[in-house]
DNA sequence: CGTGTAAGGAATTCTGACACG
DNA sequence: CGTGTAAGGAATTCTGACACG
């Protein structure tokens, strides 16, 4: 799938230092959490902890909050675009299932 | 020359994470710095942050302590292989000078 | 709805130092 | 030399709440 290291998944930085990289407010950063736009980690004693892929999605979602467009719109758009996803990795499976039952299944 | 983004270089992880990260405690991470062998950021405040690549070098460095090599000899040879790298890049531009001088510059 | 703020507490980080070896 | 630890203080982060709109 991906790589070991994939430093963009990470989720290693605080939120101070996402405030900093995003200009957001923690206040915003944890707000857009409870609408369940963010998923960071937690440290053992509650810490939030994000990746740069988390970074990035804050600024985008800074974008759209900036020309007016509501969290949960944010929200919906991001469950669509997952669906999707979800929906081509079916199809996928679909066409492997198809390749074997015609094939067989081969020993590389 | 290297991309941008550059997730591996940006110093972003707090020392609590890289402890984590390395198994080193916060003791040993400072205490390689003070011999010039890591190279923190600093928060305004003053708080060290570290990139990916330095949590590497870290990692590299304990592998060494637990042979026994002394914190010296590891700054030695990372000097060493810093003045390698000046050097090549040293004849690099040399090549690039004479290139110039036998075709004169050129715009592309 | 989205964000600021004051509140109180707990964990984090910092520096300089003493300790041991 | 390399690392642990107690010390004291300052900044960080957390949660739940009140406020405004």
Same mark, same amino acid.
């Given at each position: ?14 939120? /101070? ?79 492997? /299932? ?11």
């Amino acid at each position: 799938m991906s790589e070991n290291p994939s430093y963009k998944e990470r989720k290693v930085i605080t939120i /101070g230092v996402v405030s900093e990289l995003t200009g957001l407010s923690e206040r915003q950063i944890r707000y857009y959490e409870e609408r369940k736009l963010v998923f960071p980690e937690r440290t053992e004693r509650g810490n939030r902890k994000y990746s740069f892929a988390d970074v990035e999605q804050l600024i985008d979602i800074a974008d759209q909050r900036e020309e007016g467009v509501q969290t949960y719109e944010i929200r919906q758009e991001m469950l669509k675009r997952e669906r999707k996803r979800e929906e081509k990795k079916r199809q996928r499976q679909l066409f492997k /299932g198809e390749i074997n039952a015609r094939f067989g299944i081969q020993k590389r």
